[in-house]
Protein backbone atom coordinates (compact mmCIF):
# COMPACT_ATOMS: atom_id res chain seq x y z
CA UNK A 1 0.00 0.00 0.00
CA UNK A 2 2.64 2.09 0.77
CA UNK A 3 5.56 0.99 -1.55
CA UNK A 4 6.36 4.35 -3.19
CA UNK A 5 7.64 6.03 0.04
CA UNK A 6 10.47 3.55 0.07
CA UNK A 7 12.25 4.69 -2.73
CA UNK A 8 11.38 8.20 -2.22
CA UNK A 9 12.69 8.08 1.18
CA UNK A 10 15.75 6.56 -0.23
CA UNK A 11 16.09 9.37 -2.51
CA UNK A 12 16.03 12.04 -0.61
CA UNK A 13 18.63 10.40 2.03
CA UNK A 14 20.82 10.17 -1.14
CA UNK A 15 20.16 13.64 -1.91
CA UNK A 16 18.90 15.63 0.18
CA UNK A 17 16.84 17.50 -1.42
CA UNK A 18 13.62 16.68 -2.88
CA UNK A 19 12.00 18.81 -5.54
CA UNK A 20 8.87 18.78 -7.37
CA UNK A 21 10.73 17.20 -10.66
CA UNK A 22 11.74 14.09 -8.58
CA UNK A 23 7.96 13.24 -8.10
CA UNK A 24 6.67 10.82 -10.30
CA UNK A 25 3.18 12.27 -12.40
CA UNK A 26 -0.48 10.83 -10.53
CA UNK A 27 -3.15 9.57 -12.89
CA UNK A 28 -5.21 12.13 -14.68
CA UNK A 29 -8.75 11.19 -13.16
CA UNK A 30 -6.56 12.24 -9.60
CA UNK A 31 -5.91 15.65 -10.98
CA UNK A 32 -7.14 17.88 -8.13
CA UNK A 33 -8.30 20.36 -11.39
CA UNK A 34 -11.07 17.46 -11.73
CA UNK A 35 -11.73 17.14 -8.03
CA UNK A 36 -12.31 21.01 -7.60
CA UNK A 37 -14.73 21.09 -10.79
CA UNK A 38 -16.70 17.99 -9.72
CA UNK A 39 -17.00 19.46 -6.21
CA UNK A 40 -17.90 22.77 -7.39
CA UNK A 41 -20.45 21.56 -9.68
CA UNK A 42 -22.13 19.15 -6.42
CA UNK A 43 -22.14 22.15 -4.18
CA UNK A 44 -23.65 24.86 -6.88
CA UNK A 45 -26.58 21.97 -7.19
CA UNK A 46 -26.87 21.41 -3.37
CA UNK A 47 -26.81 25.81 -2.89
CA UNK A 48 -29.70 26.34 -4.91
CA UNK A 49 -31.58 25.06 -2.12
CA UNK A 50 -29.46 25.55 1.21
CA UNK A 51 -29.81 23.54 4.36
CA UNK A 52 -27.70 23.67 7.77
CA UNK A 53 -25.13 20.99 6.08
CA UNK A 54 -24.93 21.59 2.38
CA UNK A 55 -21.39 21.08 1.96
CA UNK A 56 -21.13 17.77 3.27
CA UNK A 57 -24.45 17.05 1.69
CA UNK A 58 -22.60 18.35 -1.68
CA UNK A 59 -19.41 16.53 -0.68
CA UNK A 60 -21.20 13.38 -0.32
CA UNK A 61 -22.91 13.33 -3.66
CA UNK A 62 -19.95 14.00 -5.52
CA UNK A 63 -18.33 11.14 -3.91
CA UNK A 64 -20.90 8.90 -3.32
CA UNK A 65 -19.97 6.06 -5.89
CA UNK A 66 -16.68 6.08 -4.87
CA UNK A 67 -17.53 6.06 -1.30
CA UNK A 68 -19.99 2.84 -2.07
CA UNK A 69 -17.35 1.22 -4.15
CA UNK A 70 -14.86 1.34 -1.51
CA UNK A 71 -17.31 0.69 1.82
CA UNK A 72 -18.43 -2.28 0.12
CA UNK A 73 -14.80 -3.82 -0.72
CA UNK A 74 -14.08 -3.09 2.75
CA UNK A 75 -17.75 -4.96 3.61
CA UNK A 76 -16.73 -7.95 1.63
CA UNK A 77 -12.80 -8.25 3.24
CA UNK A 78 -14.51 -7.83 6.35
CA UNK A 79 -16.89 -10.75 5.88
CA UNK A 80 -14.39 -13.06 4.41
CA UNK A 81 -12.14 -12.52 7.66
CA UNK A 82 -15.27 -13.17 9.80
CA UNK A 83 -15.54 -16.50 7.96
CA UNK A 84 -12.29 -17.91 7.96
CA UNK A 85 -12.27 -19.52 10.88
CA UNK A 86 -15.90 -21.22 9.60
CA UNK A 87 -14.97 -22.51 6.65
CA UNK A 88 -11.01 -23.79 7.35
CA UNK A 89 -13.69 -25.93 10.37
CA UNK A 90 -16.31 -26.94 7.42
CA UNK A 91 -13.00 -27.82 5.35
CA UNK A 92 -10.90 -29.90 7.93
CA UNK A 93 -14.37 -31.71 8.91
CA UNK A 94 -15.01 -32.38 5.19
CA UNK A 95 -11.48 -33.70 4.92
CA UNK A 96 -11.47 -35.67 8.56
CA UNK A 97 -15.23 -37.76 6.89
CA UNK A 98 -13.64 -38.37 3.21
CA UNK A 99 -13.27 -41.48 2.40
CA UNK A 100 -9.36 -42.04 1.10
CA UNK A 101 -10.28 -42.64 -2.78
CA UNK A 102 -6.44 -43.15 -3.50
CA UNK A 103 -6.26 -46.48 -1.61
Request: aromatic residues 12%; positive net charge.
Amino acid sequence: MFGWITPLINFVNKNEILKLENLGNIHPKDNVKIHIKRLNDAWLAKSRNPTKNSLFFAVISCYKYDTIYLMSINLLSIILTLLQPFLVDILIQYIKNEPNQWS
